[in-house]
């Protein structure tokens, strides 16, 4: 049913629900390269096609622009962000050594059993997501391999050093780049995944902080290679 067949009385109450379909189906097309880079995400189009009214549409791609995802120009509405390019990579990856060894040795000394469970729950996540490249995988994969840094990001309890981690957006491009080169690399990180919270959990904070700046260097080793691969069109298309 779309959301103009909805009754008055119900909408207010659904209103997130059809934003998130949104969000996620959009998601999907853009991760399985139906939408391409630069192509223009006109808000009337897509609630034609998705048969949701302007709200929904608006409040996905609205939450999508932090992402780096798609852009969104004065007066020209919203489009599908360029790819990462090689230095925005190695940018992106060099921040990301500011901050994270230092949260997951400090999460050392700060794990919990909830904390240990929630973090265990992302990695098992990625390993049963395999190598399967498919939009739906890379999906479930990249918001483990989210779930597993930002809550060791939050775990060290300073709101300002994880805020600013925040700000440097998602890692969704990556697996953006990997559905492109046809691959997901979850087993690959999870194993180093497994690893960090082995160390966490031990109480291991030198380990902890070696491990974190290895996985790093990897995780920007595979994007620079998927970034070529996608680039290079040498790789299969992933799975619709």
């Not at 059809?18 to 998601?27: F, G």
């Not at 990001?153 to 046809?182: D, E, K, V």
Request: charged share 30%; net charge negative.
């Amino acid at each position: 049913m779309s959301e103009e067949r909805v009754p008055p009385s119900r909408r207010r109450s659904t209103r997130v629900p059809y934003a998130d379909r949104a969000y996620d189906e959009l998601l999907l097309q853009m991760i399985g390269g139906r939408r391409e880079p630069g192509d223009r995400l006109n808000i009337g189009a897509l609630s034609r096609e998705m048969g949701l009214s302007a709200t929904p549409i608006r409040e996905a791609l609205a939450r999508l622009e932090p992402t780096g995802f798609v852009l969104r120009h004065p007066l020209r509405g919203y489009e599908v962000a360029p790819l990462l390019s090689p230095s925005e990579i190695v940018q992106l990856m060099d921040a990301r050594l500011l901050f994270e060894p230092s949260f997951a040795g400090e999460a050392t000394t700060k794990a919990d059993p909830e904390f240990l469970g929630r973090l265990l729950a992302t990695i098992e996540t990625m390993e049963r997501a395999g190598e399967l490249a498919d939009p739906e995988t890379l999906k479930a994969s990249w918001v483990a391999d989210e779930s597993f840094h930002t809550l060791i990001s939050a775990q060290t309890g300073n709101p300002f050093t994880h805020r600013a981690f925040a700000a440097l957006g998602s890692q969704l491009q990556r697996f953006r780049l990997s559905g492109r080169a046809g691959r997901t690399h979850a087993l690959e990180a999870a194993a180093e995944h497994r690893g960090i919270y082995d160390a966490i959990a031990g109480g291991d904070e030198e380990a902890a902080v070696r491990l974190m700046r290895a996985h790093i260097e990897e995780a920007r080793r595979r994007t620079l290679t998927d970034e070529r691969a996608a680039s290079a069109g040498t790789a299969e298309p992933p799975a619709r």
